[in-house]
Nanobody, 121 residues
Framework: QVQFVESGGGLVQPGGSLRLSCAASGSRFSIYTMGWYRQAPGKQREWVAAITRGGSTNYADSVKGRFTISRDNAKNTMYLQMNSLKPEDTAVYYC???????????????WGQGTQVTVSS
C-alpha cells in the first residue's frame, strides 16, 4: 500500500506563500490521481485540489487562481504551491491517492500526519 508524508507547512502572514510537498512510498505513484485535502479546526476534511496521472488539474473554488498542484513522478512527489494565502486557509493539509478528480473524490490510502499551515498576522 502506498503511504504519504506531507511537509512544508508553517506560519505565514496573509498574502504570503508556501509550498507543500507530498512524498509517496512505493512504485505505483505514477498511476494514481492524487489529491490534496485540508482540515480546519472544528471542520470536516475537505478536498482542495487534484492532479491526474497525465497532469490534468482541478481545484476547489475556494483556492482556484491561488493554489497550483503539480507532481514529479520520477521523484514520487506531489506539490501544492499556495499563493495569496488567507486566514481561512489555516488547516492541516493532507495528501492521498484518490478516486475521481474533484469534490466527489475519495481517498484510496491511509492518511498521513499532515502538515500544519497557519495564516496569521
Amino acid at each position: 500500500q502506498v503511504q504519504f508524508v506531507e511537509s512544508g507547512g508553517g506560519l505565514v502572514q496573509p498574502g504570503g506563500s508556501l509550498r507543500l510537498s507530498c512524498a509517496a512510498s512505493g512504485s505505483r505513484f505514477s498511476i494514481y490521481t492524487m489529491g490534496w485535502y485540508r482540515q480546519a479546526p472544528g471542520k470536516q476534511r475537505e478536498w482542495v485540489a487534484a492532479i491526474t496521472r497525465g497532469g490534468s488539474t482541478n481545484y476547489a473554488d475556494s483556492v482556484k487562481g491561488r493554489f497550483t498542484i503539480s507532481r514529479d513522478n520520477a521523484k514520487n512527489t506531489m506539490y501544492l504551491q499556495m499563493n495569496s494565502l488567507k486566514p481561512e486557509d489555516t488547516a492541516v493539509y493532507y495528501c492521498n491517492a484518490i478516486t475521481g478528480s474533484g469534490g466527489d473524490s475519495s481517498p484510496l490510502g491511509s492518511w498521513g500526519q499532515g502538515t500544519q499551515v497557519t495564516v496569521s498576522s
